[in-house]
């Protein structure tokens, strides 16, 4: 019985993916490329069609589907594969991307938000593909699966067993009592920044697609852009700080967003996690702007500031812009934001890596135990916002963290058999787990993921869906309890 709730609720969320396709058709069509649209998007748009016939026909005798935690756990990962494969058909019809793995790559890329790309020469690219590309990070963003249960409720345990399952950070906040309305403010908090962020973006000079492409990438920190030269293509102070400030905004948990909204202040100016992401933001945006500026890479301090906080930020949430060729900054600005790549946005935001939240949990951990050595007859707890950390969920963070630190050691390892260097090795394993985009060495803000052979790729894309289910979701599936009835 649940397999057949599980593939009623993938044909739901893939007919979602498919669905979205077609704006992209259309603005193909009025953009003067009838021809490469209608084959790109043309059969995707068919199959979300016959997704919903299917799903609609199948309702109508099983009633909603219901998932249980084991269930929940491998539909959101098989729906981030199929997304993936939905998403690369387009590059694939159009031209744009002939190779099946790289269009993979692309869309995995895309959907995990990671940014990296393979694409050489963005701007000659059919606009409408640019739209679909930049559409990947915004559905990613906010997750397709909360998507789905926000359009498509499903009830009992199977519903928020889904949003445990992909929700970017330790637990889910549910702020309404429905958890299916707690999906659709989400969305509805999303959808409102990145409206406000076209309009600026629009505003400071950008032509429309190009305000919503690169408004599509920030608030789901994803990174990728219309121009070869990232942001930087732009050369703009207004659209810097604009990028700049959406950035930090898509790097907070949304549900800070929601208090804001309801009028709590209060509460967003104590949490933790929150204070310290804007203070690792300020420290490192000024450190590196005053090596910058003492260094002369900059004329002014005005103008460091300005390209220290952008990249700075880009790193620290993951997003992966650049406006600047950071690798030819000084030693010191490099190793502050190689150091942010561990770190991450804010638990329940649209930023991967780490997160702030367990690298507070995991400093007070280390704390605790330093104070027990000196005092073993003391009991010392975990307090974060004043509230006890059960042991449990200390746990299961350092867990999570070993996890982490394991497979960036393994998947080095493996990108590092093709004969790379280390600095490429570890920094393109590190951007595609932490879902950052840009690394160091032959993976730098200047260049791309093209030159890796297949078998690399592939990996990299798993790395991403890792990454970006944050380790356990997609590695449960490889142990024997899970598979055992």
């Given at each position: 019985m649940e397999a057949k709730s599980l593939a009623r609720a993938l044909a739901a969320l893939l007919a979602i993916v498919a669905g979205f396709t077609?704006?992209?058709?259309?603005?193909?069509?009025?953009?003067?490329?009838?021809?490469?649209?209608?084959?790109?998007?043309?059969?995707?748009?068919?199959?979300?069609?016959?997704?919903?016939?299917?799903?609609?026909?199948?309702?109508?005798?099983?009633g909603k589907p219901s998932l249980s935690p084991r269930g929940g756990y491998l539909f959101v990962v098989l729906s981030w594969v199929f997304a993936?494969?939905?998403?690369?058909?387009?590059?694939?019809?159009?031209?744009?991307?002939?190779?099946?793995?790289?269009?993979?790559?692309?869309?995995?890329?895309?959907?995990?938000?990671?940014?990296?790309?393979?694409?050489?020469?963005?701007?000659?690219?059919p606009r409408s593909i640019l739209l679909w590309r930049a559409t990947t990070h915004w559905l990613g963003g906010m997750g397709i699966v909360v998507l789905t249960v926000a359009v498509f409720p499903l009830i009992?345990?199977?519903?928020?067993?889904?949003?445990?399952?992909?929700?970017?950070?330790?637990?889910?906040?549910?702020?309404?009592?429905r958890l299916s309305d707690t999906a659709k403010f989400l969305w509805l908090i999303y959808l409102g920044l990145t409206i406000v962020e076209?309009?600026?973006?629009?505003?400071?000079?950008?032509?429309?697609?190009?305000?919503?492409?690169?408004?599509?990438?920030?608030?789901?920190?994803?990174?990728?852009?219309?121009?070869?030269?990232?942001?930087?293509?732009?050369?703009?102070?207004?659209?810097?700080?604009?990028?700049?400030?959406?950035m930090l905004l898509a790097g907070m948990n949304f549900a800070l967003h929601w208090k804001l909204l309801r009028g709590d202040f209060k509460t967003v100016a104590k949490d933790t996690e929150f204070l310290t992401y804007l203070g690792i933001f300020a420290i490192v945006s000024v450190a590196i702007a005053i090596q910058l500026r003492t260094t002369g890479v900059y004329p002014d301090m005005g103008t460091a500031l300005r390209y220290a906080a952008f990249n700075a930020s880009s790193i620290l949430t993951t997003t992966g812009f650049a406006t600047t060729n950071y690798i030819l900054w000084p030693a010191l600005s490099k190793a502050l934001l190689f150091a942010v790549?561990?770190?991450?946005?804010?638990?329940?935001?649209?930023?991967?890596?780490?997160?702030?939240?367990?690298?507070?949990?995991?400093?007070?951990?280390?704390?605790?135990?330093?104070?027990?050595?000196?005092?073993?007859?003391?009991?010392?707890?975990?307090?974060?916002?004043?509230?006890?950390?059960?042991?449990?969920?200390?746990?299961?963070?350092?867990?999570?963290?070993?996890?982490?630190?394991?497979?960036?050691?393994?998947?080095?390892?493996?990108?590092a058999s093709g004969g790379y260097d280390i600095e490429t090795s570890l920094?393109?394993?590190?951007?595609?787990?932490?879902?950052?985009?840009?690394?160091?060495g032959l993976v730098g803000p200047a260049l791309n993921y093209s030159f890796f052979p297949d078998y690399i790729k592939a990996w990299l894309s798993f790395i991403m869906l890792l990454g970006r289910l944050e380790v356990y979701t997609v590695l449960i599936l490889f142990t024997k309890a899970f598979w055992r009835r």
């Open positions: 077609a704006p992209c058709l259309v603005v193909g069509v009025f953009l003067g490329e009838g021809a490469v649209a209608l084959r790109a998007f043309g059969p995707t748009v068919g199959i979300g069609i016959g997704l919903i016939v299917f799903v609609v026909l199948a309702g109508r005798k099983k993936a494969g939905v998403g690369a058909t387009p590059f694939v019809l159009s031209g744009a991307i002939p190779s099946w793995v790289d269009a993979y790559f692309e869309a995995m890329s895309g959907f995990t938000t990671t940014g990296a790309s393979i694409l050489n020469a963005i701007e000659s690219l009992g345990i199977g519903g928020r067993a889904l949003m445990e399952a992909e929700a970017p950070g330790p637990q889910v906040d549910k702020f309404t009592p076209t309009l600026l973006l629009w505003l400071g000079g950008m032509n429309l697609l190009d305000a919503v492409a690169h408004a599509f990438a920030t608030m789901a920190t994803g990174g990728f852009s219309t121009r070869n030269a990232s942001v930087g293509a732009y050369g703009s102070a207004y659209v810097d700080i604009v990028i700049t400030v959406f790549m561990f770190i991450g946005g804010c638990a329940g935001s649209t930023g991967g890596g780490l997160k702030v939240g367990r690298v507070v949990t995991m400093f007070k951990m280390g704390l605790s135990e330093m104070r027990y050595l000196l005092n073993p007859r003391g009991i010392y707890g975990i307090f974060v916002d004043g509230h006890y950390l059960r042991k449990n969920i200390v746990y299961d963070i350092a867990a999570m963290v070993f996890l982490f630190i394991l497979s960036a050691i393994i998947s080095t390892v493996v990108v920094t393109s394993t590190m951007a595609s787990l932490g879902n950052i985009g840009p690394g160091f």
